[in-house]
């Protein structure tokens, strides 16, 4: 169970106290996580949540972890019947087919969250119409929340359909579609239609996004922040994927130790491949640049067939010029968005990335904790700027999924051994990776989050706690 930072808390308080409310938290602020606590503080048991369905089954898992006796509903499919008594947990692509959208519109609900609430944009889309419009399923929802790493402020016209629904008394005499554009969309009438697709007056729309609102960017909170986390994205549970991941524990188990299952391994990369490519896709509507960690060539052949544009590839079969090329096109063009590597290749060696990315993804794994620290010291590195985000392509019950929550303690015991647990800065850079670490408040002691206590409004380490308290 996570225990929320004070940033964290305030996003709490903010939806708890508000039945409609944007939270629009930069990646990697556990926006996830504010809203489960908030449910929590309501009391609340039951209610719908709308995400891609990259995400799915990690809302799931999470609102496990946070609220062990909730009893949560994943559909996959319109056919299936909501319970009402549960958190229903539904993906965009599905929730505005019959008859699912009717069963949910036939009940009345605690609350609606729309993750990545940016994918109802669009005014004329299905989905957006069956959440948002007159007859939405927003009007049988009592509070509605929608979360979001984007708001797009630099196209006001993509917020309209969630200021109308929610907060038409915000919008005041602007709540009319085309009022609306004319002030904030620079609106006009063109050769080919009316366009909207500007942006006039942000200051006027900032007053208005104010109170209903809450975005803190990373930069803001920094010195809250753990100096890297790492977020872990479940897959969807297929027949063919538990059947490998059965397998691939029993081959595991039988060897006694986790080590290299070849075939099997091989089978689960070409499995997640295609997910990945939907969660990338999904990443890069809030990030500009992202490196993508993976071991088999097949995977890396279907991610960049599937970004032909984007991606560039740092593998074992590039030649050195090819790998100096891909670098530096990552690093300058803008249109390359995705630094594409395997691990043993990118993991070691390679500079330059920490400047213009903070976020990676690991769609396949190594199990040596010291390849991964190294693959994530590409972008945790002096240079900087940003907190680092890791993320985990995994499947539930896992072999990867074990490695994931033993990576902490295999790293920090790696520190011991080596020496390392000693912390070298340079230019206030940390030269070494700490997993789930945070810092305490009083004497910026890098803590682990569960470590931490807290003490007269402030997150501390075990010793300045004993040494408050004398003092208090």
Known sequence: MIKLLPFQETGRNFLALRPNAILADDMGLGKTYQVIEAWKQLGLSSGIVICPQSIRRSWVKRIREQMPLAFIKEIYSPKLVPEISAFNIVNYDIVWKEPLITLLKDQDWPVLVCDESHYLRTIEAKRTKMILGKKGLYNNCARRWMVTGTPVLNRPVELFPILRALFPQFLGKYANFYDYAYK????????????????????????????????????????????????????????????????????????????????????????????????????????????????????????????????????????????????????????????????????????????????????????????????????????????????????????????????????????????????????????????????CKVCGKPTEMKKLKRVAGLSVCDNCRKNMECLL
């Open 184 to 439: 904030f969309c620079a609106a006009y009438q063109g050769d080919f239609g009316f366009d909207c697709t500007g942006a006039s007056n942000l200051p006027d729309l900032a007053d208005i996004l104010r109170p209903i609102m809450l975005r803190r960017l990373k930069r803001e909170v920094q010195k809250e922040l753990p100096i890297v986390t790492y977020d872990k994205i479940y897959l969807d549970p297929s027949d063919k994927l538990l059947a490998l991941t059965q397998q691939e524990n029993r081959a595991v188990d039988a060897r006694n130790q986790i080590g290299e299952i070849p075939s099997i391994r091989r089978a689960l990369g070409i499995l997640k491949a295609s997910a990945a490519v939907k969660h990338i896709k999904d990443l890069l509507e809030e990030k500009q640049k992202i490196v993508v960690f993976v071991w088999h060539e097949d995977v890396v052949n279907t991610i960049a067939a599937a970004f032909p544009e984007e991606a560039v590839l740092y593998t074992g079969k590039c030649s050195a010029r090819e790998k100096d090329t891909a670098l530096s096109d990552f690093c300058t063009k803008k249109e390359k968005k995705i630094f594409l590597a395997n691990i043993q290749s990118g993991g070691i060696g390679v500079d330059g990335l920490q400047h213009v990315c903070d976020t990676a993804i690991f769609v396949e794994m190594s199990y040596v904790p010291e390849e991964i620290r190294q693959a994530i010291g590409r972008l945790d590195r002096m240079g900087q700027k940003n907190p680092v985000q890791i993320q985990f392509l995994i499947a539930e019950n896992s072999v990867d999924e074990k490695v994931v929550n033993t990576l902490t303690e295999k790293a920090k015991n790696i520190n011991i051994i080596t020496g390392d647990n000693k912390r070298r800065k340079t230019n206030e850079i940390t030269e070494t990776t700490e997993f789930v670490a945070t810092r």
